[in-house]
């Protein structure tokens, strides 16, 4: 055996090699999932992306000095098998592969830090400490394979409803939203921020010309939550829409959602599977309950609310037990809203805002945008903000602002919904909490 490919080349993953292929030759590579040795036949688990092939070497087939060699191996190193397909009723699959050559392309150590084979389970910090074992279970891979399709149907969605996508800075001079919740950075001889949201770069895009934008991309919150639901650092898929209102915004986010459902649900059957998890497509349109009548269901289920009040963890939970799958809350106080936020012409101290939940969890946040230049001024101020450190976000404002709205939505709470995840920290590669920094 050699730890160099020379002239090897994989031919086929796991889930390519099917019974009727039965005396072909293939190439095939990977982790050493398993390997169990009877004395007279060794079997060897390969995995790769796709799957696990059972590689079947019996000492009377096989050359004895690969047997030998095949006897040193250790789980999860790398390896390149060469050999022949054959059927094997009790084989993943429905094949295995007698081996005519393998090679050692990198050797574990041992012991592993965690059981790839999840029969012993390991705690999450454990997991996410060597993140890069742990993402080859496939039981982990799945979500990701989830993940990606969603953002590929999402941005497909997006192009195809004639939106441009945009990039905006991630370092910002000022606060998007107000608060505290920010990353304070050093940059040069001043303080800059890691930005909160696109949000003020999305509406100076509407001043612009360019209707509708959409970004794809990390935001920061230095909110020191400690939660199955919250991280510090996540993907945001934003969306502003010129000459449309928050019944506009609510359309098209109720549309993109059913649509990166359904194409999951038909891209992503085999990590479906593999998670066990029944993704069921919503139908439309998502109901839609007024703020009022959301604090009234509240207080009927014997969770006090206050009329003013953000949604608390408990509050959240009575609608999750109320509502099943995705609705909306819109006519949210304009008190408790970004200053950016419209309100209601009927009713000034509601607002034009939404939030998009799935049962307990919410997944987007997006509204009407005060376009009016004094309006948003007034509004900056009362949110105890300079307007100084806002200057040219409110120039968008003085030269023909269009209405305006739009929503973001939480890459990884929105794959929660598709994998059943119920720890936010099973849907990012690497987590960043504020406990966790590394790896």
């Known amino acids: 055996m ?36 009877l ?46 397909v054959q059927e094997s009723a009790k084989a993943p699959g429905g094949v295995e592969i007698i081996p005519e050559t393998i090679k050692l392309l990198s050797e574990s150590k041992l012991p592993l830090p965690l059981d790839t084979t999840e029969k012993v389970r390991a705690e999450i ?39 441009t996508e945009i990039n905006t800075p991630k370092l910002v001079g000022s606060a998007t939203e107000g608060g505290t919740e920010l990353f304070p950075i050093t940059y040069f001889e001043r303080e800059a921020f ?49 000459f449309t209102d928050q019944i506009d915004a609510m359309n098209i986010l109720e549309k993109m959602v059913v ?14 599977d593999t998670l066990e998890f029944d993704l069921q497509i919503p139908e439309t349109p998502f109901p839609r309950i007024e703020y009022d009548e959301m604090v009234e269901m509240v207080n009927n289920k014997g969770v006090k609310m206050e009329h003013g009040e953000d949604m608390s963890r408990a509050a959240e939970k009575v609608m999750g037990e109320l509502m099943d799958g995705y609705y909306f809350i819109t006519a949210w106080p304009t008190d408790i809203k970004p200053f950016y936020v419209q309100p209601s ?32 001024v007034e509004k900056i101020k009362s949110k105890g903000l300079n307007p100084d450190s806002f200057n040219r976000y409110l120039a968008a404002f003085e030269y023909g602002m269009p209405p305006h709205a739009g929503w973001g939505v939480g890459a990884e709470r929105f794959t929660m919904t598709m994998t059943g995840q119920t720890n936010i920290r099973e849907t990012v590669l690497f987590p960043r909490d504020r406990r966790r920094l590394t790896p």
């Open 2 to 37: 050699t730890d160099l490919l020379e002239d090897c080349r994989r031919t086929h993953y796991s889930k390519q090699i099917k019974p009727e292929m039965k005396d072909e030759d293939v190439v095939i590579m990977g982790w050493i999932h398993e390997m169990r040795d």
């Open 39 to 84: 004395g007279g036949i060794i079997f060897v688990l390969l995995r790769d992306r796709d799957g696990v092939t059972q590689v079947t070497a019996p000492s009377k087939k096989i050359e004895p000095e690969l047997f030998e060699e095949l006897k040193k191996l250790k789980k999860e190193s790398v390896i390149a098998v060469k050999g022949r």
């Open 125 to 163: 910090d454990t997991r996410l400490d060597s993140r890069f074992i742990d993402l080859r279970k496939h039981s982990v891979s799945a979500i990701f394979k989830v993940k990606s399709r969603m953002l590929h149907s999402v941005r497909n969605f997006l192009e195809s409803e004639n939106y």
């Open 194 to 242: 890691l930005g909160q949201s696109p949000q003020l770069y999305k509406q100076m895009m509407m001043a612009s010309g360019f209707d509708n934008v959409y970004e794809i991309a990390p935001i920061f919150r230095a909110e020191e939550h400690d939660t199955l639901r919250h991280l510090n650092e996540v993907i945001s898929i934003d969306v502003e829409t010129a």
């Open 259 to 272: 649509k990166a459902i359904t194409d999951v649900k038909e891209h992503c059957k085999d990590a479906l």
């Open 345 to 376: 012409a009927e009713d000034p101290a509601k607002s034009c805002a939404f939030d998009l939940m799935y049962k307990d969890l919410e997944i987007s946040s997006g509204a009407m945008r005060i376009h009016n230049h004094d309006l948003l």
